[in-house]
């Protein structure tokens, strides 16, 4: 089917997008619905992503109107004739546009995230890489005006982190594919770094890693509900930096989900009650994750990444100090501005992930190219 003529199965996809999202405007003009915040939130989440889709498809038909409208004059007046081919281009342009709109977004795009970062093999230099990468994904957060919040940590001896669990979230409502998950989720997966470390005398270069998990943050209320009769709480003295009033006092929490065998330990706040609410936090983000995963394994055409993972096994880059290079193996990206990259400039090794994806989506969709 040409670009240039109305393909069925194209208005096939379509149709039915433009029929939810008037249906989304008349809910979310009901003010009953607002009575519900995570109800109203989610509405207008969708409501915006298919905003993006009405606006697209009815580019694509105002140009093709405008190239089949200057044809059949051309047919008389010959001057207009000279028009087609910019409006050609501008058919085939917007086009495009509606085809990449029309890829399947994950629902968990526009969420705010908990990032997880662990130390894993390589000992004290592995906590101070995994330092190294929190301190990358807060400037990345600060350039893209995001906020953050640590809701959890174990540091180590040098100033490195053993583990660490950080908030980031948007300022506002984002617009569609700009969420925090949107851009972090390619983040998952183990990340490797190759330098001289602080503690080698000999000035050899040794290769350690740090996991990254990227966890989309539940509404706290409607998605994920927890039964507090599946919950242990356990309660304990903390230890570590933190001050007096941390260590002689039973502030930190353990909670242990009974029916998933998941544990969630917080010990950062002084009070056992913030504490609490920090842990439950992070393990609904877990669950969420959890109950994600099991549908996408259960769901033979679910739609799944090509790129990411949630698998902290998968290693996804890595970050060479002497040649001050940074590789992402999974989209053959490479850069020899490392130093730039850990100061928060992440958007392009991003925007390899991202177009990788959105290629192997592209790919798929064929059949419903209008």
Not at 8 to 37: G, I, K, N, Y
Not at 353 to 359: A, L, Y
């Amino acid at each position: 089917m040409s670009p240039l003529t109305p393909d069925e199965s194209a208005l096939a996809a379509v149709e039915p997008l433009l029929a939810e999202h008037a249906e989304l405007e008349r809910r979310l003009a009901d003010p009953a619905v607002h009575t519900d915040a995570a109800l109203a939130r989610r509405l207008g989440r969708r409501y915006a992503e298919l905003g993006a889709v009405q606006q697209g498809y009815q580019e694509w038909k105002a140009a093709l109107d405008d190239y089949q409208a200057a044809g059949e004059l051309a047919l008389e007046d010959a001057g207009f004739a000279e028009e087609l081919p910019a409006l050609q281009a501008t058919v085939e342009i917007t086009r495009e546009r509606l085809r990449r709109l029309l890829v399947p977004r994950d629902p968990d795009d526009d969420r705010d995230v908990i990032l997880e970062v662990k130390a894993g093999e390589g000992g004290e230099e592995s906590a101070l890489f995994a330092g190294d990468l929190v301190r990358m994904y807060l400037r990345y957060a600060e350039r893209r005006g995001w906020r953050t919040e640590i809701l959890e940590a174990t540091d180590s001896d040098l100033g490195g982190y053993k583990d660490i669990s950080v908030a980031v979230k948007t300022k506002g409502s984002p617009a569609p594919g700009q969420g925090v998950y949107a851009r972090l989720k390619y983040e998952g997966g183990v990340h490797r770094v190759q330098r001289v470390p602080v503690t080698e005398s000999q000035g050899r270069v040794h290769t350690s890693a740090a996991g990254v998990l990227v966890l989309p943050e539940p509404d706290e209320t409607a998605e994920i509900e927890i039964d507090q009769n599946d919950l242990r709480v356990d309660v304990f003295r903390s230890s570590g930096p933190g001050g007096q009033s941390v260590n002689t006092t039973d502030s930190a929490v353990r909670i242990t989900h009974l029916p998933s065998g998941l544990v969630v330990s917080c010990q950062n706040e002084k009070s056992q009650l913030q504490n609490k609410e920090s842990a439950l936090r992070i393990l609904r983000a877990r669950l969420h994750a959890l109950a994600a995963e099991t549908a996408q394994a259960e769901a033979s055409a679910a739609r799944r990444s090509q790129v990411r993972t949630v698998d902290r096994s998968e290693r996804v880059r890595t970050y060479n100090y002497p040649e001050n290079r940074i590789a992402d193996h999974r989209t053959g990206f490479k850069a020899y501005n490392l130093d730039h990259v850990l100061e928060g400039e992440l958007d392009p090794v991003i925007q390899s992930c991202i177009d990788t994806d959105e290629r192997a989506q592209l790919a798929a969709l064929q059949a419903i190219t209008p």
